[in-house]
Nanobody, 120 residues
């Protein structure tokens, strides 16, 4: 069992930056692939970024490539999402998730989400 708690969301102007954090419980965090997803009002949840267990491989949605960076610190049981050059269309609830195997596959555990609002 893995419990995930996101933090770092907030209100920011377009062009600004935010860093989201996701703290995980449990001793097996380093064995999980981790991902970030988001859901805007009236839209389906979408993939944002993912990272494998060691941090050696990362994956991004085309819409955030070059602006967002996912990273992890296994010693701190934490995964991060650095978001730069934010746009109003990045406004959404952001969720982190943990996957037992492939970061491009299905996810087994989810956090409660953190709101990111980008004003124009």
């Amino acid at each position: 069992q893995v419990q995930l708690v996101e933090s770092g969301g907030g209100l920011v102007q377009a062009g600004g930056s935010l860093r989201l954090s996701c703290a995980a419980s449990g001793r097996t965090f380093s064995s999980y692939a981790m991902g970030w997803f988001r859901q805007a009002p009236g839209k389906e949840r979408e993939f944002v970024a993912a990272i494998n267990w060691s941090g050696s491989s990362t994956y991004y949605a085309d819409s955030v490539k070059g602006r967002f960076t996912i990273s992890r610190d296994n010693a701190k049981n934490t995964v991060y999402l650095q978001m730069n050059s934010l746009k109003p269309e990045d406004t959404a609830v952001y969720y982190c998730a943990a996957a037992r195997t492939d970061p491009r596959g299905s996810y087994d555990y989810w956090g409660q989400g953190t709101q990111v609002t980008v004003s124009s």
